[in-house]
């Protein structure tokens, strides 16, 4: 036996275990800012080390500086999973070591990334007229979409900039729910914040589309430029889904490009009794949806689908002599013309992976049952005395909080962050807070691949004693 495959062997014994032990880890890092820094030397080793000595090192500074975002315990922000199958993949591909730029440079990671692209756009229901791309995050995909909307207004921003020019303000749509990375996109960009206009949700926190074109509107009388529209399908706060299908007619009428940020609940379309969830995104021109959210695929590997492809070449499309020597006249999809990047991991691997070794109906089969876990997590909490829920809750995430009657909202923020300071102490779970209309509220996200029920009252047990401490 080589010393790699020894190696390895000890190493994925040790993946192995600590799958099976997840559980039983402290779920958040108790570790102090600077500790494990302070426990590594200063300088890179001259010598080379062994094999155990890194192992060793491995358990004994670094995991303890581990949040274990793997644990079937962790409930915050939203839960993932990097399923065993996908770990596997990754080995695999870091093995091959390919970097997917051109076709020629590994025709089977350009080619692969194309078919299990069309794969999960039938799964989750889009039409076969989106071209799929895969990026490592869905911030980088809405980036790369808000690119390809500025290259479509045909102001020539690619050759001549934006600057000493009179141009009109170019506009993006969102809500107070939209997710920090398309503002941050705007900003990379050169639109400026002043231009990223928040409009006004409804009781369920859905953007309005009569709030909607009113402003459009009034832009435009303005002398500005609408240039895209964000809408989320299950926000980052409380999984609300703006209405797609009103806020889609608005953007064809207006010509205006959509982006559909389902970066989480997109998962929930392969369910035919959700694919409804998507109504509407068939207009959208990007869509984005991460399978390392909720699909069980290690991070990193989000899905951009676009209506146009051509359009985000046009946006980025540069291919230099030295790469052009290698390109010869290959007539593959070269995908670093559709984005920043050149080297690109091979991702498309451990969604090929995670799609065949659990099925589309073994995806379905645990999504469902993440859904009714966190059903059943809402049904306890209403029941309880001083409980409340603060969201609908469609999917797998529940924003609730305790408040008991006489506390007002000060008090009441205290108490919860109090209540949720404990839980985590205890190490045993892993939850969140988001405010929603400013009120705090306690979040209890569910998407890990070995979550039971047992997990999810263990998490209501702390709560309650917590909070009758
Ligand atoms: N969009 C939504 C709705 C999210 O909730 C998140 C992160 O949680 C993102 C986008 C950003 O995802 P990523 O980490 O892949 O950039």
Redesign the pocket.
Known sequence: MSDFAAEFAAAGAWIDRYLSEARDYPVLSKVLPGEIASRLPAEAPERAEPFEALIADFQSVILPGITHWNSPRFFA??ATSAAPIGITAEALAAALDVKAMLWRTSPAATELEEVVMRWLARLIGLPDTFTGIIY???????FTALAAARESLGLEIRERGMAARDLPALRVYITGE??S?IEKACIALGLGRENVVRIETDAELRMRPDALIKRIDADIAAGMRPMAIAA?????STTARDPVEAIAAIARERKIWLHV?????GAAAIMPEFRSILAGVEHADSV?V?P??WLFVP??C?ALFVRDPEMLRRAFSIVPEHVLQHHGASSGTNFMEYGLQLGRRFRALKLWFVLRYYGAEGLREHLRRHIALAQEFASWVEAEPGWEILAPHPFSVVCFRYSPSGFDEDAAEKLNARILDDVNATGKVFLSHTKIRGRYALRLAIGNIATTHDDVALAWRLLRERAAD
């Open positions: 922000y939203f490592d995050t869905a911030s980088i995909g809405g939209t997710h990375h989320t399908v299950g926000t980052t940020d389902a970066a989480y609940a984005v991460n390392h959210k991070m990193d989000s």
